[in-house]
């Protein structure tokens, strides 16, 4: 599997790619291959965000299921 390594995007950064990815996912049939890696993705930025300092529990939205 790849690594998605968003370390280098800023909180913002974080937040709107989330929002976009969480858009697309929105666009996509059930069966879709591409939620595979828009999920991942998601996975790797809720991970990065709930990381950072400062954060706190439940300001970290959860990644939907797949």
């Known amino acids: 599997m790849r ?3 968003v370390t280098t995007l800023t ?3 974080l937040e709107q ?3 976009d990815l ?3 996912l ?3 049939r059930p ?3 591409v939620r595979v ?3 991942a993705q998601m996975t790797a930025i809720d991970a990065e965000l709930a990381g950072r300092p400062g954060a706190r529990p439940g300001d970290v939205p ?3 299921l797949p």
Request: glycine share 8%; proline share 12%; aromatic share 0%.
């Open 11 to 13: 909180g913002r950064e």
């Open 17 to 19: 790619a989330r929002r």
């Open 26 to 28: 929105a666009l996509t």
């Open 62 to 64: 959860g990644s939907p």
């Open 3 to 5: 690594d998605h390594d």
């Open 31 to 33: 069966d879709s291959p």
């Open 37 to 39: 890696p828009i999920l």
């Open 22 to 24: 969480a858009a697309s």
